[in-house]
């Protein structure tokens, strides 16, 4: 980005600058996703051009909705007997027969407030609510099962307006999506051999205040619990090994949760948005802080980190910003981009000596920083750091450091006096831009370049280099900045 020196770069322009570069580090990850919107619409586009041509009757949305159900309905059931019929009907019921001789419900097309659902259809045991067998149904408060039911599948209940229900005992997996937007849910207990969650199996559940948990759970998926707003507190089985992506994402009002130490992975995001929760101690087997782990976590104040994490990955703790301090472990090699971005309370935080990459835009607008050090085996200090860390003081490079990147210490008004060790080669744009405060710098021989508006402006501000036919000479000259020589110590 060249910025003129004389132009001011707001914290809103930062901010906006920012929020565009992190959308460009998920492109990849929404390309996906807007390929199946574009896909849906096209989709949708045919659909509603043949219901224009044919017959209204042939392509109505309810014979549209049943072939939908033959299509989804599973080739064979949960106990493994293949299917021999589907879209089958009896009174409000669609279901599916296999050779068992078990039927499973495809769809309810009733619109009861409470219901009992059959423990035989057609002569055949019900042992299955099969995928969104009650989709929509929000009037639906309470639904009572047989004994014979089992099993059920995928977004069985989406979108129903059921406010409690009793999951069978045989369901060690809890399906993709199977009580997504259940939006009146308030308690849900999982089956005592529940081994697995899968994706979004509770995503949107606004009103779920209560989730017991299986002893023997070993994983929870992405985007799970992710949106149950009411949800204020949650305890992990100790045999938890991991959680995906975004699994608690936006859980407002979780106050505390616990992570086990048997987890080995926690996905990207999986606690991001949580804005009530205060304390969190990560488990040692975890050897990185994947991408926004904390990202939004504005009530955070006390984090612990295992003596074994080697990298904090990329907005780990974006906007965290009741952050003040964190022990970063010696282990630790990578500080991602973005990684303390927005922590204004953040002060007592020291990298350490084995960091070999440090993060652009790492430590934006840490108002509060009043120190920082640079450990010897980094050799770039990249775009934006530090800038913003207007309470920073002393500013202390390391002569391994070949590049200050842009706008890396912009801002930083409090600092009088800059030693730019020898060794750097190249001072990239506004590096030391409007910092009010500077009266000097001293430039190393090494210099080869330096940015447009590199330094504050101002009469007061003097270079220092050591001998007069050097680049940092002839820039300041050039300039008519105030320059003088000094002895090497």
């Not at 639904?143 to 209940?157: C, N, W």
């Not at 934006?384 to 930083?412: N, Q, R």
């Amino acid at each position: 980005m060249g910025k003129n020196k004389n132009q001011s770069l707001s914290k809103k322009q930062r901010e906006a600058l920012i929020e565009e570069k992190l959308l460009e580090k998920k492109k990849k990850r929404t390309k996906i996703a807007l390929i199946a919107v574009l896909s849906v619409v096209v989709a949708a586009a045919v659909a509603v051009g043949a219901w224009l041509y044919f017959d209204k009757v042939l392509f109505s949305e309810e014979a549209t909705f049943e072939r939908d159900l033959i299509k989804n309905t599973h080739k064979e059931n949960p106990e493994k007997s293949p299917l021999e019929k589907s879209g089958l009907k009896n009174g409000d019921f669609t279901y599916a027969l296999y050779e068992d001789g078990t039927a499973t419900l495809s769809y309810y097309w009733g619109d009861a407030k409470e219901l009992k659902v059959p423990e035989k259809i057609d002569g055949h045991t019900v042992m299955t609510i099969g995928q969104s067998c009650f989709y929509n149904k929000t009037d639906l408060k309470r639904i009572e099962f047989p004994d014979s039911v089992k099993y059920f599948e995928e977004y069985a209940f989406q979108n129903a307006g059921i406010t409690e229900v009793t999951i069978p005992e045989e369901n060690t997996i809890i399906r993709e999506g199977t009580f997504v937007y259940c939006t009146a849910l308030k308690k849900i207990t999982l089956p005592e051999g529940a081994e697995r969650i899968e994706s979004g199996a509770f995503f949107g559940c606004t009103s779920l205040e209560k989730v017991s948990l299986s002893e023997k759970l070993k994983s929870i998926g992405s985007y799970a619990f992710s949106e149950c707003t009411a949800l204020k507190e949650l305890n992990l089985p100790e045999g938890l090994e991991r959680a995906e992506e975004n699994a608690f994402s936006k859980c407002k009002a979780l106050e505390k949760i616990n992570l086990p130490e048997k987890m080995k992975t926690v996905g990207p995001y999986m606690l991001s948005e949580c804005s009530s929760l205060k304390e969190i101690a990560v488990p040692s087997k975890i050897k990185e802080l994947p991408e926004a782990l904390f990202y939004n976590c504005t009530s955070l104040e006390g984090v612990t980190l295992p003596e074994t994490l080697e990298k904090i990955g990329l907005s780990a703790f974006y906007n965290c910003t009741s952050l003040k301090t964190l022990d970063i472990p010696e282990a630790v090699t990578e500080i991602g981009d973005y990684a303390f971005c927005y922590c204004y309370l953040l002060d007592g935080v020291t990298p350490p000596e084995n960091l070999k990459k440090l993060g652009a835009y790492a430590f934006v607008d840490c108002k509060a920083l009043t120190s920082m050090y640079i450990p010897e085996k980094i050799t770039e200090i990249p775009e934006y750091c530090y800038a913003g860390c207007t309470s920073l003081t002393d500013i202390t490079i390391p002569d391994t450091v070949k590049k200050i990147g842009d706008y890396a210490f912009a801002e930083c008004d409090s600092v009088k006096r800059v030693v730019v060790p020898e060794g750097v080669e190249h001072i990239g744009i506004c590096s030391f831009w409007k910092m009010d405060s500077i009266l000097t710098i001293d430039l190393p021989m090494s210099l080869l370049s330096i940015g447009e508006g590199a330094f504050a402006d101002g009469n007061e501000l003097t270079i220092r280099c050591y001998q007069e036919d050097s680049f940092a000479w002839e820039y300041a000259t050039e300039r008519r900045i105030n320059v003088e020589i000094s002895k090497k110590d």
